[in-house]
Structure formats: structure tokens, C-alpha cells
């Protein structure tokens, strides 16, 4: 490997841009920009194509539910739906409670006036018919399907209860049902609406993206520029963007040359050079160059809008654990159709009248859908929703977060996960001649002139450490070589170990191969003629990264380094940072064989990762996980987003996953476990030891049922 000043090969991953050109002078990594360039371009274009194909298809299968209004998905209007429907039927629902006897009993107070009855059925009637209308729709869809369900068991039991009670207003003898109708409708209604929530909640998270564009551009006119409102902005149109700005929309450079920050957008930390015919993307940030740029996408066809479209469709993916409630839900249907049958026929056989075994049978089928079992799934989503966003986890797919449970091997991708993609100063080799303070200062003096990223870590360094730098007296640029100029009244040059040998100029050279052997860039100070010292700089390690391969090996997962760098710096990173192994060298189209050859042995395999060259490894990982805002095929292929670009949130995933699970089994548990116990109370099966369970008794044990299943979610802890 060849290290050098200026005209370094660095160390960055195949697939990973990087930018290492000072300006006035190129290196031999121009051909791997262009490859590069283009590998983005056809990237972009295929998640465009994608993203279409998807966004046709949702249309196609869902009719109405489609995503045209970013700020107003199908999703979000059912969230609203069942919101709205709560509030108005538990206004209804209030005067049903009181105005049952049922209620009225238990409660020990009395309250009746004429025709009360009447207006128990119409008030009820309305939340049925207002309030039920979401279920008794989706448990037509499902029976079409014949695959009941949540839906077929929450109308089974309002309709009974409906049907039922409105005949004892009219007639038959018994006591009707109202009050456990409106509740059970009440509940549902809210535990649709605390999941529905809890995924948009999410999403919204992301939207914080959308936020960091700019309102306003700088559009080019015949006689200047005049400020516009980006909305007011078509294809076509050129704005110009002056230095350090945040670029306001996608488009093509037509004019100038800059770096741009794109970190935002790729994870990646490291500027990228920009030129005309370049694509750049709104949102990310320009270096120390005006462009002019032509107009591409805009509004909902803008990279960022399609982003957040992409992931909000991706969250609404069902929860896995979700259908194993509905699983319960389909057998407790069945359960409830043969216990009531079976417990009318029952207690007709052992002589009592149709009207008792009938209340009996009602009885029965109503306490078959519990309520409990409504909120147990939903709860525990929602508190473990807001608590991954609070800790920076943007879960895209609920079904793979919920088997991140499983995981017992992490793979992580190197530069940009757990290096930071920033270049810092880690060795520095001095002469006998000056100390170490002395050559920083010269050296940052003179690098401040420049905007290469090496600069800049060098700068960041001497800052770290406090010293005032001088501005230079003169300054140069050698192409290929390195700069010089005069600082402090001394001759000073920051040049490449090319330079050196060509000037034959002593140097420890024992002490350079060593840096180099550990795939460092070394630059080399040169003071009024003579050797100053070396600088070695490397893509610094996250402290954050060591800690989470420590919790790692104390869950007993193991921790692998899959990197596309040659085996000099991958090794010096792995031995630093302490993982178990290091595959090396493995270029992108490997990476996705090199994850599944690692899955062999019953291994459930998580891919942490941020760049184009990680994408197939993390569609082929059990859970792919995206470091930072990550590049847009990362975002496609992710499961799980880390805002915070901090491997140790790999190990908070596998850890609320785990208690995320934990707690939905229990609350599974505890919503069908009052029905174990329930139904063949009910049903009369003790009723030669004395006991049947009275439509009372049921109502308290449904309510204790369901504020176990509350607390127990609640309880939930990151």
C-alpha cells in the first residue's frame, strides 16, 4: 500500500466515495470517482424505478390507500379514523355504562326513568353500527379470505352482544349486553389507534429529515438572482448556491466546483468533489465553492421525499408477532362458536328453558373476545416504539426488529461504522530538532489554506490540543507532491514519502514502514530544509465502537469485521477495537455471499452497515442495520436506521427486541389466559359444585384482565 500526502491512496472501501484531491491537483483515484459517479447515478435511478413500482403496487392492492399526499398517507387518515371514532363513541358509550342494570348492580346504585330501555338501544346502536363499522367490515374481508381473525372475533362477540341484548329490550326475557358491547368496541377502537400511532410515530422521525431543507433558493434570473420560495421551484429552473449553504433541491451542476457534504444523506463524513454534469442532492451541504445548479426533482419527487415515503410504507409492515395474536384470535373464534353451541345445547338437554341457555350461550361467546387481547399486542408497540425513537432507532421493519431477539452474530462494515470516516492524527515521529507543539503549529498553519479532508483532520487535532496557528506568509500547492509555503518566518512543507525519496531527504524509514504497514497516510514535515517530523493519520475509531464489541462478547454474540480495505488496515482496526474475526479485501458483490456463508450453522446474522458497497449484505442479513442516515440503497435494504451513527446501538436493538418480545407474550398470556379461565366458567361446567360465572363477576375479571395487560406494557424499560 503507498501512503502519501497529496497524492495518497486511501484506504476507503470500494463503493464508498471519497474525496482526496486537493485543489490544482488530481490523483490517480479520479477513475475510481467516475465508477463510482456512475454507480450512485444508477443506483439513484434504480430506488427511483423501485420506489414507483412499489408506490403502483400499494395503489393497485389497497385501492384508496395510496401515498400521494406525503403528509397525508392512507395511514395517516385511519390513524385519524379510529381516533375520531374513539372520542365520539366513548361519548355515546358513557350514558350505555350507567344506564345498564348489569352495571347498575354491580356498581350498587339504581337510576331509571321511562323508556330508558329505548334509549339504552338507540345510544348503543350508534357505537355498533358507528364505532363497530371498522370491524365488522374487516371481519367480512376476512371471512371473503377465509382467514378469520382479530376482525371475525371482535364481531362475532358486538354482534352477539347487539343482537342479543336489543331482542331483551324488545321482549325476550334476559339482561341485555350494551355495556360489554361498547367497551369491547371502545377498546378496540383505541388499541387500533395506539398501534397505528406508534408506526406513524416512527416515520415521523425520519420527516425531521425533510426539515433541514432550506425554505428558500437563490434563482438565477436575467438580471441576477432573486430569493424564491423553494415550493415556487420547477425542473428546469437554476438556482445558484453560494458557499456553506445547504443545497435546496436535486439537481445538475451546470456551473463551478465545490466539495459537498453528504453526510447527512450517505454517512458519509468524508466531503465529496463536485463538478459540472454532477448530480447533487437537496439537503446536503456545500463547501467553499458557488455552484449553479438546474433544477431536477422537487416536492415529492425530491430524494428526501422519496425516502420518507419508502420507510413509512416499509413500517406499516405487520408485526409478526401481531399475527400470532391473530392466530390466537382465529382459534379463540372457533372456540367461542362450539363453547357457545355447545353450552346452549347443554343446558337445554339438563331441562332448563331456551331463554336461560340462550343468556348462557351469549355469555360465552362474548367473553370469548377479550378485551385484554385487543391491547396486548399495540401497548407494548407503542412503548417500545417511543422509546427506540428517544434512542435515536428508527425500526423500519417490525417483523425483523422482533427477531433481533435471535441474533447471535454481528457483521460490521468498517469505515463510516466503526471508524468515524474522519481523518485525526494517531502517531507523530519527530526529529531531535524540534518538539512536538513547534510542528504542529507549522504544519496546521499551512494546512489551513487548504479544504482537503486530511487538512481538516490535522486542524481538528491541533484544535484539540489548543495551539494558536499562525496565517502563512506564502502558500503553494505542488501538484502531486504537497504544499509549502512560509509560516512564521520559516520554509515549511507538508509533503508525500514520494517527495521525500525524490529529494533524498533522511528520514527513520523503519518507523515510516510501520505506519505504513498499518495502512496509515503519512505526511511528512520539512522545516526550513531539514526532516521535522511525520504525521501519521488515520480514519479515526469510535470509541462507542470498542464498547459495543465489549457488550457483545458479554451476550455472548459474536462480533465479525467485514471490510472491502486491504488486510494491513483492516487487521489494525479489528486487533484495536477487539473483534473475533476480520474478512478483508472482500469487494461489494461479495459481501452478500460472504453474510450468507456466515449464516450457515443455525447462525441468525445481523449486518451493520452504511454505503452502496453494504446494500446486498444487509437485503441478505437476518437484520440490516444502517449506520447514520446511510446511502439511499443502505435506507432501501435496512430493517432498522441508527440515527446516531453509534455502533453501540446495535447492542440496545438486540436488548429492547428481546424485552420488546418478552413483554407481548406476556400480554398474549394475560389477554387469552382470562379466557382459558373464563369460558368454561361461563359455560356452566362447575355448575354442580354451585358455580356459574355471572355476566357481573365476567365484567370485573375482563376489566382486571385488561389493566394487567396496560401496566404490564407499561412496565416495559429500555
Known amino acids: 500500500m503507498l501512503i502519501m500526502a497529496r497524492d495518497h491512496q486511501t484506504t476507503k472501501e470500494p463503493g464508498n466515495h471519497t474525496s482526496n484531491n486537493h485543489k490544482g491537483h488530481h490523483n490517480n483515484n479520479h477513475d475510481d470517482h467516475m465508477i463510482h459517479q456512475n454507480l450512485e447515478h444508477h443506483d439513484h435511478e434504480m430506488k ?7 408506490h403502483l403496487h400499494h395503489q393497485d392492492s389497497n385501492g384508496d390507500h395510496n401515498h400521494r399526499d406525503g403528509h ?7 390513524v385519524e379514523d379510529f381516533k375520531k371514532r374513539f372520542y365520539i363513541s366513548l361519548l355515546f358509550s358513557l350514558p350505555v355504562f350507567f344506564l345498564s342494570h348489569m352495571i347498575q348492580e354491580l356498581l350498587g346504585f339504581k337510576f331509571t326513568f321511562p323508556y330508558d330501555s ?55 326475557e334476559g339482561m341485555d349486553y350494551y355495556w360489554e358491547l361498547v367497551t369491547l368496541i371502545d377498546i378496540m377502537l383505541i388499541g387500533h389507534w395506539i398501534e397505528m400511532k406508534s408506526v406513524m410515530g416512527a416515520s415521523n422521525a425520519l420527516e425531521q429529515l425533510v426539515k433541514l431543507m432550506p425554505s428558500e433558493a437563490h434563482k438565477i434570473i436575467d438580471d441576477g438572482t432573486q430569493e424564491v420560495s423553494v415550493s415556487d421551484l420547477l425542473p428546469g429552473d437554476k438556482v445558484l448556491v453560494k458557499p456553506g449553504e445547504r443545497i435546496p433541491v436535486d439537481g445538475i451542476i451546470n456551473k463551478g466546483n465545490s466539495t ?42 425530491s430524494y428526501l421525499s422519496q425516502v420518507v415515503k419508502m420507510v413509512k410504507e416499509a ?15 382465529k382459534w379463540l373464534f372457533y372456540i367461542a362458536l362450539i363453547a357457545g353451541i355447545l353450552t346452549l345445547i347443554g343446558w337445554l338437554i339438563t331441562g332448563f328453558t331456551f331463554n336461560y341457555a340462550l343468556e348462557r350461550m351469549v355469555t360465552v361467546m362474548i367473553i370469548a373476545c377479550p378485551h385484554a387481547l385487543g391491547l396486548a399486542v399495540p401497548l407494548v408497540i407503542a412503548n417500545s416504539t417511543a422509546i427506540s425513537a428517544k434512542k435515536g432507532l428508527l425500526i423500519r421493519n417490525r417483523t425483523q426488529f422482533e427477531e433481533a431477539r435471535r441474533i447471535n452474530t454481528v457483521v460490521f462494515d468498517k469505515t ?47 484544535k484539540d490540543k489548543e495551539l494558536t496557528i499562525s496565517e502563512p506568509d506564502e502558500f503553494e500547492y505542488m501538484q502531486g507532491k504537497g504544499i509549502k509555503g512560509r509560516v512564521d518566518g520559516k520554509e515549511v512543507l507538508a509533503v508525500s514519502p514520494g517527495y521525500m525519496k525524490t529529494q533524498k531527504i533522511p528520514y527513520p524509514e523503519e518507523k515510516y514502514k510501520k505506519l505504513s504497514s498499518d495502512g496509515k497516510t503519512v505526511i511528512f514535515a520539512i522545516i526550513d530544509g531539514e526532516f521535522a517530523g511525520m504525521l501519521a493519520l488515520a480514519d479515526q475509531i469510535r470509541e462507542s465502537a470498542m464498547k459495543a464489541i465489549i457488550e457483545l462478547k458479554e451476550m455472548n454474540i459474536e462480533s465479525i469485521m467485514l471490510t472491502g480495505d486491504n488486510n494491513q488496515v483492516a487487521n489494525y482496526v479489528g486487533n484495536e477495537i477487539g473483534v473475533d474475526k476480520v474478512y478483508a479485501e472482500v469487494l461489494p458483490h461479495e459481501k ?47 430493517d432498522v436506521i441508527l440515527v446516531n451513527s453509534n455502533p453501540k446501538d ?69
Request: hydrophobic residues 45%; charged residues 20%.
Open 416 to 462: 463510516g461504522t466503526l471508524t468515524k470516516g474522519e481523518f485525526g492524527i494517531t502517531d507523530i515521529i519527530l526529529s531531535n530538532k524540534y518538539d512536538e507543539n513547534t510542528v504542529l503549529k507549522v504544519v496546521a498553519s499551512l494546512e489551513s489554506q487548504s479544504e482537503h479532508p486530511i487538512a481538516r483532520g490535522i486542524l481538528n487535532s491541533v
Open 592 to 638: 452478500a455471499s460472504k453474510i450468507n456463508e456466515i449464516r450457515q450453522g443455525n447462525k441468525k446474522v445481523a449486518m451493520t452497515g452504511d454505503g452502496v458497497n453494504d446494500a446486498p449484505a444487509l437485503a441478505n442479513a437476518d437484520l440490516g442495520i444502517a449506520i447514520g442516515a446511510g446511502t439511499d440503497v443502505a435506507i432501501e435494504t435496512a
Open 48 to 54: 427511483g424505478k423501485s420506489i414507483e413500482k412499489e
Open 118 to 172: 329505548l334509549v339504552l338501544f338507540l345510544l348503543s346502536s350508534f357505537v355498533f353500527f358507528y364505532g363497530g363499522y371498522p370491524f365488522l367490515k374487516g371481519a367480512i374481508d376476512e371471512m371473503k379470505q377465509r382467514a378469520p381473525g382479530m376482525m371475525t372475533l371482535i364481531a362475532l362477540a358486538i354482534v352477539v352482544a347487539y343482537v342479543y341484548s336489543t331482542l331483551t329490550v324488545f321482549g325476550l
Open 315 to 329: 413500517q406499516e409492515s405487520k408485526s409478526k408477532t401481531q399475527d400470532l395474536s391473530n392466530r390466537a384470535a
Open 72 to 78: 397525508g398517507s392512507h395511514h395517516g387518515h385511519m
Open 260 to 301: 459537498v457534504d453528504e453526510s447527512m444523506l450517505t454517512g458519509e463524513s468524508l466531503p465529496v468533489e463536485k463538478s459540472t454534469d454532477d448530480e447533487v442532492t437537496g439537503g446536503s451541504v456545500n463547501g467553499d465553492g458557488a455552484l449553479t445548479i438546474e433544477v431536477k426533482n422537487i416536492g415529492e419527487e
Open 650 to 718: 446495535v447492542v440496545e436493538i438486540i436488548n429492547l427486541s428481546r424485552k420488546t418480545y418478552r413483554k407481548m407474550i406476556q400480554n398474549l398470556w394475560w389477554g387469552a389466559g382470562y379466557n382459558i379461565i373464563a369460558i368454561p366458567l361461563a359455560s356452566g361446567m362447575l355448575y354442580k359444585l354451585g358455580f356459574v360465572l355471572s355476566p357481573a363477576v365476567g365484567a370485573v375479571l375482563m376489566s382486571l384482565s385488561t389493566i394487567i395487560v396496560a401496566i404490564n406494557a407499561k412496565l416495559l424499560r429500555a
